[in-house]
Structure formats: structure tokens, C-alpha cells
């Protein structure tokens, strides 16, 4: 009970949070469904839940960080459009603010968890969502940006992908998807030459492609998670490029095209300072994703 506002746990009701969601993300209503189903599949050894009304007409999706576990994440916050105005996100957030206390979090961000995120943070379209974060005392720090991607063959020239993968296999490097048999291989590159997290990405995403010399691999990129990245000793031959379109613009009815939708995001921005106040779950973080630019902010907890 927060208030005069029950909630519950609605970690076991992935498939009604989906249909919350797509109802409640006017911007994301057609992919709102598989986010939360990302988020409600993370890394093992993530803590997590979700909280909702009885009616579940608003919840709000919460996890500790595996890197630290004093940090706590909001990961989505939805409230149906029929039952707004009446405090229900608000008192969610208050509801997940006492569950991160309660398992040890001092510091709270509303913004991405790697590697299991639906976004950096909270795109600026939705104003009423940032409205509310500001109005419980949350404060703008910094800014962020996500690029689009038009996947509609209007927009996507794959004869001229065709043409730099070809151009690419002249000069030695090999740009393919990765196949079911390939992907623990890459998984292993990305551990090797980043971290942990990006490899769980690398194995998770539903798309993956990588570049390879001589029977090695020196770069990849997946989508829907996952992050494009190039060995930092391999040559630039224009291979990151490459793999990054033919990622986003395959052959037709392959890959990326293949998929759900006709838009793929990058998503990026700088690092997120980290603030905190005593007492409470600490400062909190909203960091806002509009496809431009995009700001950041904490709050006293």
C-alpha cells in the first residue's frame, strides 16, 4: 500500500504489462510489448520486479545494478491513458523507491540498467512522464541523443551495402550474419575485447552480424539489444561502417527488415554522473531519449 494506492507484484504478468505499455507509450506503442518482455528477461543474477495497481492499469518495472549494487534503476514507468490524473505514477515510483531501499540501494537512476534496457532513459516526448520526475524533486543534468534509422526500402539502398560488402571481401574482410553456430564465437570476441555485458548482449540480440579477416573475427554489431564495436587493433577498411548497415539495411526479408518493424534506433549519449544526497534512496536520475537531443536530471531522494 503507498497512500490510498494498493500495489502489488505483476513480475509474473509479462503479457498484461505489454498491453499496459502499448497502450500507455503513444510514441513506442507497437514495440512496447517486446520491451517489457526484454525487461522481464534479464541477466540471471539481476534483482528485479515490477509493481502494479490491482486493476493493473499503471505499473512500473524496477532493478538493482549488477555493477553496483547500491545504485537502483526505474527501467519503465506506464500508466493507462484512462487512469491518469489521479496519482498512480507517482505513487508507483514512490512503491519502487521503497522496494530498491529495501534491497540495499542508495542511489536511484531512472535511466537504462546495461545491458538489459528498453532505452537510455525517458524520451522528452513524453512530457507528462517528465513532468512528474521533476515535480518529486528531480533535477536536469545532461544530455543524450538517439539516431534513427529509416528501414523502408524508399530509404534503404542495399545495392549499395551489397556493394561495400563485396568491396570489404577484395580487400580481405568477410562481413556475415552470424549464424546459431557462430554467435557463442562472437559472444567470445566481445567478452575478450570489451566486457561481460556486452557479450550477454551480443547473445541476446535477435540480429547479429560480424567481420572477419583470415578466419577471425575483428568486429560486430547486433540489434534489439545489443551494441556495434571493432577490435581496437583491427585496420579501419570501413568494416564498423559496413557492419553497422548491413545491420540496420540487409538483404530484403533478412535480419533487421526481417524483423517487427521498419525503424531501427541507435542509441547513445555520454556517461552518466553519478550524484548523491544522505538519506533516502539517494539522488535519483532521469535521463530523457528524444530522437535528438535529450537531457538528464536527479533528484533528492
Known amino acids: 500500500m503507498t497512500g490510498n494506492l494498493s500495489v502489488r507484484d505483476a513480475s509474473g504478468d509479462v503479457a498484461a504489462l505489454g498491453e499496459l505499455a502499448a497502450a500507455a507509450l503513444a510514441f513506442d506503442a507497437a514495440e512496447a510489448p517486446r520491451l517489457v518482455a526484454r525487461l522481464a528477461a534479464p541477466p540471471a543474477d539481476r534483482r528485479w520486479t515490477a509493481l502494479a495497481t490491482p486493476d ?3 505499473a512500473v518495472l524496477t532493478s538493482v545494478s549488477t555493477r553496483d549494487p547500491s545504485v537502483g534503476h526505474i527501467d519503465l514507468l506506464a500508466v493507462h491513458p484512462g487512469a491518469r490524473g489521479a496519482g498512480r505514477g507517482r505513487a508507483l515510483v514512490e512503491a519502487a523507491q521503497e522496494w530498491l531501499r529495501g534491497e540495499g540501494v542508495t542511489t536511484v537512476r531512472v535511466a537504462g540498467n546495461p545491458p538489459c534496457y528498453a532505452w537510455p532513459g525517458v524520451d522528452v516526448r513524453y ?26 526500402g524508399a530509404a534503404c539502398d542495399e545495392g549499395a551495402v551489397a556493394a561495400d560488402v563485396e568491396r570489404l571481401a577484395g ?3 568477410a562481413v556475415r550474419a552470424a549464424g546459431p553456430g557462430e554467435r557463442a564465437a562472437v559472444a567470445a570476441f566481445v567478452r575478450d575485447e570489451w566486457n561481460e ?23 560486430f554489431a547486433a540489434w534489439g539489444p545489443g551494441p556495434p564495436g571493432s577490435a581496437p587493433w583491427a585496420p579501419p577498411r570501413g568494416a564498423r561502417a ?39 534512496p539517494g539522488r535519483a536520475r532521469l535521463l530523457a531519449l528524444p530522437p535528438g537531443p535529450a537531457v538528464t536530471a536527479g533528484c533528492h531522494g
Open 56 to 58: 493493473l492499469d499503471a
Open 242 to 280: 559496413r557492419r553497422r548497415r548491413r545491420a540496420t539495411a540487409p538483404l530484403p526479408g533478412r535480419d533487421a527488415r526481417g524483423g517487427p518493424g521498419e525503424r531501427a534506433d541507435l542509441l547513445g549519449g555520454p556517461p552518466a554522473v553519478l550524484l548523491r544526497s544522505g538519506g533516502g
Open 197 to 219: 555485458s556486452w557479450a550477454w548482449e551480443a547473445e541476446q540480440a535477435t540480429g547479429c552480424h560480424y567481420a572477419s579477416r583470415d578466419g577471425e573475427i575483428i568486429g
Open 127 to 152: 512530457t507528462a512522464a517528465a513532468c512528474l520526475f521533476e515535480s518529486l524533486g528531480y533535477e536536469r543534468e545532461q544530455v543524450a541523443w538517439n539516431m534513427t534509422a529509416d528501414l523502408s
Open 171 to 173: 580487400k580481405g574482410v
